[in-house]
T-cell receptor, first 114, second 111 residues
Framework: DAEITQSPRHKITETGRQVTLACHQT?????MFWYRQDLGHGLRLIHY???????NKGEVSDGYSVSRSNTEDLPLTLESAASSQTSVYFC?????????????FGPGTRLTVL | QKEVEQNSGPLSVPEGAIASLNCTYS??????FFWYRQYSGKSPELIMS????GDKEDGRFTAQLNKASQYVSLLIRDSQPSDSATYLC???????????FGKGNQVVVIP
């Protein structure tokens, strides 16, 4: 069955370290999104991509970067982790602008920055 | 900044009753609206999509959309303990597959 996976599911790191969170989908969806979810803020968009080689900043992109080298993967990199980036991170995907705009979420990664 | 408001606090309903959730949004041109269910410690799960004014029913769930008043609601009929979760309202803005989410409403179904 097609699915969207994230790894690792849990990560503890130290301030200043570079961290990469993986997202892989097998739906062949063009659109992929990264969100963070924090108490009191709900889901906020970090970065998104409409296809290979396309990346765009969301509302909370500072300190994060993404790259899209193939359809299946959109890794999220924290260049220098900060305690404020402790959060739960969700990856999502949707078909395309000309197809369904329903977004489906991965299981999430809980990141703790000490 | 696109706003999606879910102002109600936690909602407690007895088993078998109707749970009603409301959501308002700020962008008049939004055309796509979604309800997600999120269990504690889990990821959001899409339960309803609605694109036209009126009601859309799927099993025990009914979504209602009123674009003129800029609100969308979700009714859960015959509420079950398994419906206890946080429900997130999401609105597509800019017509480009980007979603703005409300902060969610917690529903507790009491057996």
């Amino acid at each position: 069955d097609a699915e969207i996976t994230q790894s690792p599911r849990h990560k503890i790191t130290e301030t200043g370290r570079q961290v990469t969170l993986a997202c892989h989908q097998t739906w062949n969806h063009n659109n992929m999104f990264w969100y963070r979810q924090d108490l009191g803020h709900g889901l906020r968009l970090i970065h998104y991509s409409y296809g290979v080689q396309d990346t765009n900043k969301g509302e909370v992109s500072d300190g994060y970067s993404v790259s899209r080298s193939n359809t299946e993967d959109l890794p999220l990199t924290l260049e220098s982790a900060a305690s404020s980036q402790t959060s739960v991170y969700f990856c999502a995907s949707s078909e395309s602008p000309s197809g369904s705009n329903e977004q489906f979420f991965g299981p999430g990664t809980r990141l703790t920055v000490l | 900044q696109k706003e999606v408001e879910q102002n109600s606090g936690p909602l407690s309903v007895p088993e078998g009753a109707i749970a009603s959730l409301n959501c308002t949004y700020s962008d008049r041109v939004s055309q796509s609206f979604f309800w997600y269910r999120q269990y504690s410690g889990k990821s959001p799960e899409l339960i309803m999509s609605i694109y036209s004014n009126g009601d859309k029913e799927d099993g025990r769930f009914t979504a209602q959309l009123n674009k003129a008043s800029q609100y969308v609601s979700l009714l859960i009929r015959d509420s079950q303990p398994s419906d206890s979760a946080t429900y997130l309202c999401a609105v597509e803005y800019y017509g480009n597959n980007r979603l703005a989410f409300g902060k969610g409403n917690q529903v507790v179904v009491i057996p």
